[in-house]
T-cell receptor
Framework: AQSVTQPDIHITVSEGASLELRCNYS??????LFWYVQSPGQGLQLLLK??????LVQGIKGFEAEFKRSQSSFNLRKPSVHWSDAAEYFC????????????FGKGTLLTVNP | EPEVTQTPSHQVTQMGQEVILRCVPI?????FYWYRQILGQKVEFLVS????????KSEIFDDQFSVERPDGSNFTLKIRSTKLEDSAMYFC?????????FGQGTRLTVV
């Protein structure tokens, strides 16, 4: 069965600093990979996704993620964090196909200090 | 930007009562999903729905749960007899092929 691990439960960064959120997955083939963000009281918003092709994908709000098959990782990065980026971030994997059955990680809570 | 709308945003119900959670999908979406997130735990897949029938469901989605599109627009999740452990945030998602957009969720509290 597929699984997703987000090793960091809580990360604190200063505004303007760079950010990397880690995600490791377990799946036999090449999965579809996603990052979602959840702000307090809000739903899950898709930041970016990887299906195939270029392993570096660009998303909304200045985020990017890199798929590394050898490390089974899909880490999320942002060069300069803004206070509005404070939220919970979820990595998810899908086995592919038309059925959007996502397996989520436990999430990483991001705090941004001024 | 089109969005998925869920109602109510918060529902409190007594154990054993039936609840219906509602979702208005983005128009022209064909795939519908329910997920839930128990406080402090992962977001978990419950069920997917396509062409007016369940296409896949998880172990969580037992006989107490049902889904339907009663009027061709709303997509509902019914829990027949709620238990304390059903307390969670329930997310509806709708989409096309290999994509999905999530609603803001309904927080269900069973007392």
């Amino acid at each position: 069965a597929q699984s997703v691990t987000q090793p960091d439960i809580h990360i604190t960064v200063s505004e303007g600093a760079s950010l990397e959120l880690r995600c490791n997955y377990s799946y036999g083939a090449t999965p579809y990979l996603f990052w979602y963000v959840q702000s307090p009281g809000q739903g899950l918003q898709l930041l970016l996704k990887y299906f195939s092709g270029d392993t570096l994908v660009q998303g909304i709000k200045g985020f990017e993620a890199e798929f590394k098959r050898s490390q089974s990782s899909f880490n999320l990065r942002k060069p300069s964090v803004h206070w509005s980026d404070a939220a919970e971030y979820f990595c998810a994997v899908d086995s592919g196909g038309s059925n959007y059955k996502l397996t989520f990680g436990k999430g990483t809570l991001l705090t941004v200090n001024p | 930007e089109p969005e998925v709308t869920q109602t109510p945003s918060h529902q409190v119900t007594q154990m054993g009562q039936e609840v219906i959670l509602r979702c208005v999908p983005i128009s022209n979406h064909l795939y519908f999903y329910w997920y839930r997130q128990i406080l402090g735990q992962k977001v978990e897949f419950l069920v997917s729905f396509y062409n007016n029938e369940i296409s896949e469901k998880s172990e969580i989605f037992d006989d107490q749960f049902s889904v339907e599109r009663p009027d061709g627009s709303n997509f509902t999740l019914k829990i027949r007899s709620t238990k304390l452990e059903d307390s969670a945030m329930y997310f509806c998602a709708t989409g096309g092929y290999a994509e999905a957009f999530f609603g803001q969720g309904t927080r269900l509290t069973v007392v």
